[in-house]
């Protein structure tokens, strides 16, 4: 009974605690995890969509091109038309990623914001909004005249451009104008800059409604500029783990199509432009359409919030485990949709991180490859150490099972509580320490709905359960029959000890050392322990101070007695050892046989 009972009380503490290391882990790496079942799905995890911007590039702005005859009314319509501030103190704008690249670019052209917005007093505005793409702000000069300055997408505000400023003059938007503004969008986004455009409006009162269709049309072409964000370095080492691992990145941006598609490519995300498709081209595409194409794409450019759901949902219902990345509000419904919700510890908003199964805190894609791995990891440990305290507590039951068939009594409860806490709590705990596999991020994701026993874990607690029960026995017979006759016969005799004492005692320390032993097999389920590199630190702790106690309580005096259990002299003690031992030759050689029958069938 007590070898039954301390099954599921066993188990569920080591899960536990395994669970608790990995989440402690995986917050040192940046990875807070909200919901402990995250742990467990992000092993399974087959898509990763994210956003662009911050997460696989730096979110560090900076104009390097533009386009427009008058580039000081460019610099002053970007800077004006904006949020951020340029800090004097720091000597660098302050506010939205953006929006300080293009105040720290008039800046540079001698336009200080500080100044500029004393000189144009900023009256009204349109705030920007992720379906139009755009924001206005009208301003007022000393002289109370009026202009409106409008930047956003390059192809939403041309669409609302009916002039343009050619040289110094404002002429009628000609097909061949918007032709060369295209192209020039085009080039700039073709070498993986983000493309912003600005144009102008003069006003001869201020607009009785600050709303989009009332402000911004009839609008005047002025320029455009081109911002690069370096990529992160560490983003294309975890697009190739991702490959590796069977993983399939998706990138998801509001950029345009060519600023993404040379980005994806640079990223080895995509190998062509026809792996892309735009938000718009998505609207065009029915859900059941979208289910059978959705394999087709790995790059969505100008996408709205919308789009994500539709995108997680698809492949969802492709059977896909699937996360998803998101910062802002409208974010929220996609995130929770996706089977791991993962949102922006910096960028993202209080919504989006409440609603986040995962939260990273540097915004940054190869933290979510390195929290796959994790998960990986403490999935494998949590086998493991299931493995390894089923075959245990299945070779204790066999062995009380079997001898009292056999008419003996082979333990007494405080042996079984004994190796219950010494030899089976602690190494279990250790291997929950055990570092990574070298093949964990070369495997394809497990399937989600695959059980813990699968895997051919059933059988190899049966016949490892089986074994040690055959090595217990052995231990006990030949202590009972053997060695108490060859060396205690007067012991014996005089009444101070029982034969079966003796076998007892060989008994509890082969089954308690081979446990210990066992537990060394299960730092890899398949691999040999002989070919991993590193050690497990904890589990030597934990086979060390097993050890030690467990000698003592056979070699002790008051301990023995205490115990019921007979004083084993070296040659004794040696053969219990012996017998112990036998578990990793025996187990090697079952996963030597195992890795040739699944080498053939691959």
């Known amino acids: 009974s007590l070898a039954v009972a301390a099954i599921p009380e066993g188990l569920a503490t080591v ?13 040192k790496r940046n990875a807070i995890i909200r919901k402990l079942t995250a742990v467990e799905t992000l092993g399974c995890t087959q898509i990763i969509c994210s956003d662009k911007t911050g997460t696989l590039t730096q979110n560090k702005m900076t104009v390097v091109d533009h386009y427009g005859d008058d580039e000081t009314l460019l610099a002053t319509a970007m800077s004006l038309c904006s949020d951020a501030e340029f800090d004097v103190n720091e000597n660098t704008a302050v506010g939205e ?27 009204g505005e349109v705030p920007f909004d992720s379906g139009r793409k755009m924001m206005s702000t009208v301003h007022r000069d000393e002289n109370g005249s009026l202009i409106q300055f409008t930047k956003g997408a390059p192809d939403e505000v041309l669409k609302r451009c009916s002039k343009a400023l050619v040289g110094n003059t404002v002429v009628a938007m000609t097909d061949e104008i918007r032709a060369s503004i295209l192209a020039s969008n085009k080039a700039m986004a073709d070498q993986a800059l983000r493309v912003l455009m600005a144009a102008k409006k003069e006003l001869d009162a201020e607009p009785a409604e600050y709303t989009p269709e009332a402000v911004e049309n009839d609008l005047c072409f002025v320029g455009l500029v081109g911002m690069i964000d370096p990529v992160r370095p560490e983003v294309k080492p975890a697009i190739d783990e991702c490959r590796s691992a069977g993983i399939r990145p998706i990138m998801i941006t509001g950029d345009h199509k060519d600023t993404a598609v040379a980005i994806a490519m640079q990223l080895g ?16 595409i029915s859900d059941e359409d979208f289910e059978t194409a959705v394999e087709k794409y790995s790059v969505y450019a100008r996408v709205q919030p919308e789009h994500k759901t539709r995108i997680v949902n698809a492949w969802r219902k492709k059977g896909k485990v699937t996360a998803m990345t998101g910062d802002g509000v409208n974010d929220a419904p996609s995130i929770k949709n996706a089977d791991i919700g993962v949102g922006m510890g910096i960028t993202g908003t209080d919504v989006t991180k409440n609603v986040a199964d995962m939260i990273l805190a540097d915004d940054n894609f190869a933290t979510i490859v390195s929290a796959v791995g994790e998960g990986r990891r403490i999935y494998d440990n949590i086998r493991k150490a299931i493995q390894f305290l089923l075959a245990s507590n299945l070779s204790e039951v066999l062995s009380i099972f079997f001898a009292t068939l056999l008419g003996f009594t082979i333990f007494q409860p405080v042996h079984l509580l004994w190796i219950n806490l010494i030899t ?22 497990r399937d989600s709905k695959e059980g813990i026993f699968a895997g051919g874990l ?6 490892q359960g089986a074994l040690v029960t055959l090595i217990t026995l052995a231990s006990y017979l030949i202590g009972r029959y053997w060695l108490a006759d060859l060396h205690h016969a007067a012991a014996i005799a005089s009444g101070a000890y029982s034969a079966e004492m003796l076998g007892t005692s060989m008994a509890f320390l082969t089954l308690s050392m081979c446990e210990i032993f066992h537990a060394f097999n299960m730092r890899s389920l398949r691999g040999s322990i002989f070919t991993m590199k590193g050690q497990n630190k904890w589990l030597w702790g934990a086979g060390a101070l097993s050890l030690l106690l467990t000698t003592a309580v056979v070699e002790i005096d008051f301990l023995c007695n205490a115990f019921e259990l007979a ?8 053969i219990a050892m012996g017998l112990a031992i036998l578990i990793i030759p025996i187990v090697e050689l079952v996963k030597l046989i195992q890795r040739q029958v699944e080498k053939k069938k691959a």
């Open 424 to 445: 089976d709590c602690f190494p279990a705990l250790a291997l929950g320490m055990e570092k990574p596999e070298a093949d964990v991020m070369n495997r394809k994701p």
């Open 97 to 123: 990623p953006t929006e300080c690249a293009l105040v720290n670019y008039a800046q540079k052209l001698g336009l200080d914001k500080n100044v500029q917005k004393t000189q144009l007093v900023r009256i």
């Open 15 to 27: 899960v536990t605690i395994v669970l608790s290391i990995g989440v402690t882990n995986m917050s």
């Open 567 to 574: 004083h084993l002299d070296l040659m004794e003690y040696g």
């Open 269 to 284: 995300i995509i190998t062509d432009a026809s792996q892309a498709i735009t938000g718009a081209e998505l609207d065009e």
């Open 458 to 463: 059933g059988f190899a607690v049966a016949y």
